[in-house]
């Protein structure tokens, strides 16, 4: 892209921008006028070009340099964390204090396999619910499709915090609150319309066609879907696996609500967060990013698709 | 595409995410807006007599002063006593006791009486009461012997009297429900009810309706919420940083999707820095940013290596709400923002190049291409970005915890955080998240009308 209008050279056409329309013959080419204008147009986009690079790099700081400074405090001494004034240069001293410490604070190790348990049932139960429902999406005509679509859709918007209070008052009469299933049951409604929608564009990826010819080729259609459909939507499966699992795993309004004694990691961070030390804060800090992490790594060639068909 | 004709199978395959969402979605949001205006302990039925299959003689409702006008035991089962969690909380019972042992005029009389007459000697290992003395009467004037009855209860006839301190043997327990007749302090309604719905007074005479048994919809949650000490600031605050954080976000995330449009060499490493907070924890994010502006934190440090201050400021403290709300905004900015990128992206790969390119080859300037050509046509992506990230930001909340402590600067989610955690109030915790899905619901409409305003206005 190019640069802003300041540097723009006082170019006939540039002077007003109503007035290109009404230029109704264009000079030849090798007019100097027009290669002086192409110099121009060029010098601009090379400059555009630079201040576009400036302006990625700008930004990409802003977001990498606070990271870093939290992965930097979560690997070094407990003295370091809490002196003053900070050193800039990372992860000196290198040193794996903050995270013993942090994993021998009481109730971290349940918490963070809490976290893993609650995350991993979300899951599977969200896969195994989701992936019929957005082949149905995606592969048939049926009438309600629409319907199913646009209801699905709508239960993203409603906020996790009115549906938190009434479960916590239902699981409790049930029996099944503060227990990580209780709360995978929760995550899961939360996850299912985006893994819906998420599948569903996974498998409209992949033509019907090619479903088709394997079944010319004389495979029966559970065989070519088995051996055509299944290895092309894997990665796209996964990818909304992960997205469900990163789901679980940051989520804290109805991690802190559901659970009391079985904490997942960011309720049991949530409610100690008064009375922790810095070490304890930077390296829970640093866990709960840590998935993000991995999880934007391995989906962004689906970013786009995801979200793109998301937000439709 | 299969199937046009008429076929189960896709009904089939939609089942379970259906009724999944029926059971743990559609169901608990019912629930939610019933706890916000139904009050399921509102009234309590006063029968006409002591006992649960009594006729209703009227209702009253919670909170009202009542006298007590007379008492009466009823036995309990004693399946009730073990099971019933009720009766563990809040419940008079007393316990009565049929005791054998030697009477007044010297005969084995057996009989039951009060635990408060009976002083236990001999106890067995799970507890039950197996025997021990009658207590004296201390200080009456009067017969001191006790009176043994023919059934667990003050009005059963009289079969024997027992005198104090005499040894007896208890053969069997029996747990009492203790039933009020209930005079109400204003209307004189009178009637029976089981104790454990009434709260005593120390005077032992007058007391209050402190639960009902019976629902019926009420404000009263709704009113409570509005006149919490901290409801218009919360709902101020969220409404003011929603109004700080979006516009400053569309501008930046406008700014990083036509970086990433640009097609740059490392396209693919830049789009993976700017999606990186995209899944990232909003408690992480808290974190991150109270690290930086806490006391010894990265600014301190950073504002002292340069000279800007020579002694550490403090920043997020309850006189310094201007910072922390500054702070909540940068991490809103830094958290939330790469979502709305994607749609924005998203939104820029659909617009065509040939009408970009034609416009620059007509001389339009960088700027006049994406005001009079990329705006108009990202304007269904950014609507939809528009209502996705306000309908987020009303439920902020991990961010503002970690910032703020939840309590210098307070937003709704937080709000019912602590009237659920804290205060133990579910209905009104459920009316601060009414309230949040009406503003979300309200906001999404508005932003759908105001984009269809828009293009009814425009001629072409």
Known sequence: MSTPAKSSAKSPRETSSGTSRETAVLPPLDDPSVVAEHRRMKRRANRGRSFTYVAAIA????????????????????????????????????????????????????????????????????????????????????????????????VRAFPIVVLSIP???????????????????????????????????????????????????????????????????????????????????????????????NRTLPALVLTSLANASPAFQFAGGFFLMVPSIIFTFFIRKYLFNMWGQVSK | MKSRRRSLVPYFLIAPALLYLAAFFAYPMFQGLLLAVYDDEATLPLLDGPTVDGAEVGRLSQGSGIT????????????????????????????????????????????????????????????????GTIRPRLGQSGDPSTALRAEPNESAAEIGRIGERVAVTVDETAVLEVWFQVVDAETGLEGWAPSRFVEVFSDDETGRIDRGTAGEFTTKFIRKMVDDRKFSSAWRTTLM??????????????????????????GSGFLYVFALPMGMSDLA??????????????????????????????????????????????????????????????????????????????????????????????????????????????????????????????????ETFRQYFSLRNNNVASAYAVFILLLSIASAVFYLRAVRAQEEVRPS
């Open chain 2, 68 to 131: 007590i006008s007379d008492r009466q035991g009823n036995r309990l089962a004693d399946a009730d006593v073990v099971d019933n969690d009720e009766f563990a909380t809040g419940l008079l019972t007393e316990q009565w006791f049929q005791v054998s042992g030697e009477g007044i005029e010297g005969d084995e009389v057996s009989g039951w009486m009060p635990e408060s007459r009976l002083r236990v000697r001999d106890e067995a290992a799970d507890g039950t009461v197996l025997g």
């Open chain 2, 285 to 414: 994010v808290g974190i991150l940013f109270f690290s930086i502006f806490s006391g010894n934190g990265l600014l301190n440090s950073f504002l002292e290596a340069i000279g800007v201050i020579d002694a550490q400021k403090l920043f997020l403290t309850a006189d310094t709400q201007g910072w922390i709300l500054f702070a909540i905004v940068l991490a809103e900015l830094w958290r939330a923002t790469s979502i709305v990128m994607v749609i924005l992206v998203s939104g820029l790969q659909a617009i065509p190049r040939e009408t970009l390119e034609a416009a620059e080859l007509f001389g339009a300037s960088y700027w006049q291409r994406v005001r009079h050509i990329v705006l108009p046509l990202l304007k269904p992506s950014i609507q939809v970005a528009l209502i996705l990230r306000t309908i987020l930001a009303f439920q902020v909340f991990a961010v503002v915890i970690a910032l703020s402590g939840g309590d210098v600067v307070t937003v709704l989610a937080n």
């Open chain 1, 167 to 261: 479960l916590a008052v239902l699981f409790i009469r049930t029996g099944l609150f503060d227990s990580i299933w209780s709360l995978s049951l929760m995550h899961t409604a939360l996850a299912l319309p985006t893994t819906i929608l998420v599948v569903s564009s996974v498998f409209a990826s992949v033509p019907y066609e090619l479903e088709e010819a394997g079944q010319v080729f004389g495979a029966t259609p559970v065989q070519s879907f088995r051996h055509i459909v299944v290895p092309l939507v894997l990665p796209g499966i996964a990818a909304s696996g992960l997205f469900t699992f990163v789901l679980s795993w940051n989520e804290v309004f109805a991690a802190s609500v559901l659970t009391l004694d």
């Open chain 2, 241 to 266: 940083l929603i109004g700080m954080i979006l516009p400053l976000q569309f501008v930046l995330a406008m700014a990083m999707a036509l970086v990433i449009d640009a097609r740059l060499r490392f």
């Open chain 1, 59 to 154: 930004i990409a700081l802003w977001i990498i340099i606070p990271i870093f400074f939290v992965f930097s405090m979560a690997f070094t001494t407990e003295e370091t964390v809490r002196s003053y004034p900070k050193n800039f240069l990372p992860f000196v001293p290198f040193s794996t204090e903050t995270m013993r410490f942090f994993l021998g604070s009481e109730g971290v190790l349940k918490g963070l396999l809490n976290s893993v348990l609650v995350a991993l049932i979300t899951l599977v139960l969200s896969t195994i619910i989701a992936v019929p429902a957005g082949y149905a999406i995606s592969r048939y005509v049926f009438p309600g499709r629409e319907l199913f679509r646009i209801s699905v859709l709508a």
